[in-house]
């Protein structure tokens, strides 16, 4: 099935064409080695306390329950706190640790894999974007590390507008930014809440990208794919 009658795309940055899951493992990984952190606890351990706050955290941000500055701070906060680095501490390590998290993780360069053959097709035919609630110069960063981002012609983020997907404010301002309407816009991502749903309940049409081809019932989705070379059929 086709989908017909499209001018603009917007596609999700992290985890949809910039392979954030594992350009992840390397920076924390890094950050962990650079702070001496296996004389607390294993790099296991460290990775579990992470990942733990890190997405419970994320979840409240989309919704827009805590603020940007929350969120980065208690993530390295409470993971240092939890392998029992020295509390006098914490909190001034945590803030350097995730400024060095950040800028070593938008200097990787693993991509979704056909990431750059969906970009090349699509932005042959259509204006394409990017619409991403990660952080402002760190998501363009990432682009060009990964580059790709001479086929973007916007990067529209929720630090532009203090609105996060899958709130609509953010999808209304996206349009509004590149002039697009949202009869002709589809987004394309990997989160079925934030960035289809989201874009659904926006006027828009979307594209799930369930990479991890998880099964289950999609209604709101206009099409669902488990590889980005599958978009080039449908677009």
């Not at 994320?58 to 940007?68: E, N, P, T, V």
Request: net charge negative; with cysteine.
């Amino acid at each position: 099935m086709r989908i017909e009658g499209i001018k603009t795309v917007f596609v999700d940055l992290d985890d949809t064409i910039w392979w954030f899951g594992e350009n992840s493992l390397l920076s924390l990984r890094h950050v962990y080695d650079l702070y001496g952190l296996a004389a607390y606890a294993s790099y296991e351990d460290f990775d579990k306390h992470y990942h733990d706050i890190n997405g419970k955290l994320w979840s409240l941000y989309h919704y827009g329950k805590i603020a940007r500055d929350f969120l980065v701070d208690e993530r390295f906060r409470y993971t240092l706190e939890k392998i029992g680095y020295p509390c006098d501490r914490i909190v001034p390590v945590g803030k350097e640790m995730n400024e060095e998290y950040l800028h070593f993780l938008s200097l990787q360069r693993l991509l979704v894999p056909g990431a750059k053959e969906m970009l090349e097709y699509l932005s042959r035919r259509y204006d394409v974007n990017v619409l991403s609630n990660g952080f402002k110069g760190v998501q363009q960063q990432k682009l060009r590390s990964g580059g790709i981002d001479c086929y973007i012609n916007e990067v529209v983020l929720s630090d532009d507008c203090g609105v996060t997907k899958p709130l609509r404010g953010i999808f209304d301002y996206a349009l509004e930014r590149c002039g697009a309407q949202a009869e002709t816009t589809v987004m394309i991502g990997d989160n079925y809440d934030t960035d289809v749903c989201g874009a659904r309940n926006a006027g828009w049409r979307a594209v799930f990208f369930n990479h991890s081809a998880t099964l289950g019932d999609y209604p709101m989705a206009t099409a669902v794919v488990t590889s980005l070379a599958e978009v080039c059929d449908i677009l």
